[in-house]
């Protein structure tokens, strides 16, 4: 899938915190931005690739001038356990892992051949490798070894699976054994952003892709994503979106 900016109307596609159960791999061709994954925010530029473990939280803020394209996969066991950010310097690299992202798109195509995809998926993982073992030590982010960037990362982690849960910010900073004052100070180091804001984040990308992709009653959202009543999400909705979700729902089926 690419990724290209979605104008006012669909920054939540890209920015607003989201997980999956399968792992992203995104290479930027073009343009500059922030991307904020597991609660740490880097810049990024054309010829970076990065890598989203599965169950890990991300968003990406995407200018007019951005040009990427995603990689949806279940990673394997010899995929990295963590997240990484690769900036690939060297003009042959560069090329080398655009050929593979095309070759995989190519045989991903109903004239395509799924094998062939997963060989060159294959050669990709091993390209990944590669890079990530001849990193020079002073590209490293030390950031992310930092007990504010660690406490943010278990804290995501755990947003991303339990957002529907109707836990609180102080519910989650108990159950990491801290205060929501030291919770929110460590996320304002790693990503600029609260605590709420991250939670709040999350529960509103999938607010947004129930109404999307689904039929399924406003009420009954609001139940799934832990809202004491329909009116409250409603109106905690319209202040993120600018539109009520029925609103929000006509808009995104017509696109």
């Not at 951005?66 to 690939?88: I, K, M, N, S, T």
């Not at 406490?151 to 339990?162: D, G």
């Not at 801290?178 to 919770?183: F, S």
Request: charged share 20%; net charge positive; aromatic share 8%.
């Amino acid at each position: 899938m690419t990724l290209t900016h979605g104008g006012p109307q669909g920054r939540w596609r890209n920015e607003a915190m989201r997980s999956h159960s399968s792992a992203r791999l995104v290479l930027i061709t073009r343009g500059q931005g922030r991307i904020t994954v597991a609660g740490l925010t880097n810049g990024y530029g054309p010829n970076n690739l990065i890598y989203i473990p599965p169950h890990t939280m991300y968003g990406i803020e995407v200018g007019q001038t951005v040009f990427g394209q995603v990689l949806a996969f279940d990673a394997p066991p010899f995929w990295p356990a963590h997240a990484f950010h690769l900036r690939l310097r060297d003009v042959e690299r560069q090329k080398e892992v655009v050929a593979h992202y095309e070759a995989i798109e190519r045989e991903l195509r109903p004239t395509g051949d799924p094998r062939a995809a997963a060989c060159h998926f294959g050669l990709l993982s091993i390209f990944v490798e590669r890079q990530l073992a001849a990193q020079d030590a002073t590209n490293l982010d030390t950031r992310r070894s930092s007990a504010a960037a660690k406490l943010v990362e278990r804290y995501t982690a755990m947003i991303a699976r339990q957002y529907g849960s109707n836990r609180g910010v102080v519910d989650y900073a108990a159950a990491l054994g801290v205060t929501t004052t030291h919770l929110t100070r460590c996320c304002q180091k790693t990503c600029g952003r609260s605590a709420l804001s991250l939670l709040n984040d999350r529960i509103h990308y999938e607010a947004c892709i129930m109404l999307k992709e689904t039929a399924t009653p406003v009420q009954q959202i609001a139940a799934d994503l832990g809202f004491q009543s329909p009116a409250y999400f409603t109106r905690r909705f319209q202040e993120k979106a600018g539109k009520t979700p029925t609103e929000f729902r006509r808009v995104e089926k017509q696109r």
